[in-house]
């Protein structure tokens, strides 16, 4: 599991509506959101990891970073 002063030491690979994310792999991204439980989301800093399944991007977990 990544923490949110891990990731936001990583450079931004891409900005999304409310995440940048940090790591790409060929069948890997995390994603560290800008917005928290105030802006409506589930958690303040909250981790999203994604995997490449079967031709598409898929969201495999979600977490509170921490800080």
Do not use: F
């Not at 560290?32 to 958690?43: E, H, T």
């Not at 598409?56 to 977990?61: A, D, F, G, S, Y």
Request: aromatic share 8%; with cysteine; glycine share 8%.
């Amino acid at each position: 599991m990544y923490t949110t002063n891990e990731l936001e030491n990583l450079p931004t690979l891409c900005v999304g509506q409310a995440d940048n994310l940090k790591i790409e792999t060929k069948n890997k991204r995390v994603w560290l959101c800008r917005c928290g439980v105030a802006d409506g989301m589930a958690y303040d800093n909250q981790i999203t990891i994604e995997r490449y399944i079967i031709n598409q991007w898929v969201t495999v977990e979600t977490y509170p970073g921490g800080k």
